[in-house]
């Protein structure tokens, strides 16, 4: 580790590699057996982050939810560049049950930084990235320096994948294939990663597969 978290990139896709219909449905495509590892993981995990699209989409709660056992939280993180969070959403409402901290960028809404702090969010700002959102490696060295965060598990949608991936921060991956197609139509799991040659291409090392519930979980690391 070198001045940021390792991080974890989860994905849960049809078979080829989308994550909702092309009008936007998600819900469910994975199984609830892979699910329920997803919160198991969260639970070994010190953060839990989406991007600000899949904040407005989705309206997560990204907590750890495993029967009646007692769970460990971790920080629930989500990148919003513009402070955008609705005070009404799920992130907000189950501020009793897990810290919810929102990374920006510098310059962002003073009064939408001042309301989500007054709702109990934490609010950071880092720099701006010049082609928009938040500077990722801002982000991650700010919860590594000022929150001694050591692993981070994203649960992103294509844009934020795509940027994580083109930016070389993940470490790890974690894949869910459910046994469905969704077709070109469908929204892909990663977003342009603005390639020119195979051989720029990222590669990851397959260390693990195993079958959950009707699903295939491949878990990868980055070569």
Known sequence: MS???????KLATSLDGRIATGSGESRWISGPEARAEVHRLRGEVDAVMVGSGTALADDPELTVRLGD????????????????????????????????????????????????????????????????????DAAFAHLWAERRIARVLVESGGQVAAALIRARLVDKLEWVRA????GA????????LELKR?????AFRRVAVREVGADLWESYERV
């Open 179 to 182: 046994p469905i197609l969704l």
């Open 69 to 136: 056992a007692p769970a460990r939280q971790p920080l629930r993180v989500v990148l919003d560049s513009r402070l955008r969070l609705p005070l009404r959403s799920k992130l907000i409402a189950t501020l009793g049950t897990a810290p919810l901290l929102i990374i920006g960028a510098e310059g962002a809404d003073r009064y939408a930084r001042a309301e989500l702090e007054k709702a109990g969010a934490s609010v950071a700002l880092v720099p701006g990235h010049a082609k928009g959102g938040v500077d990722l």
């Open 198 to 202: 195979l051989s720029d291409a990222p």
């Open 3 to 9: 001045g940021r978290p390792d991080i974890i990139l």
């Open 185 to 192: 139509e469908g929204r892909p799991a990663i977003e342009s």
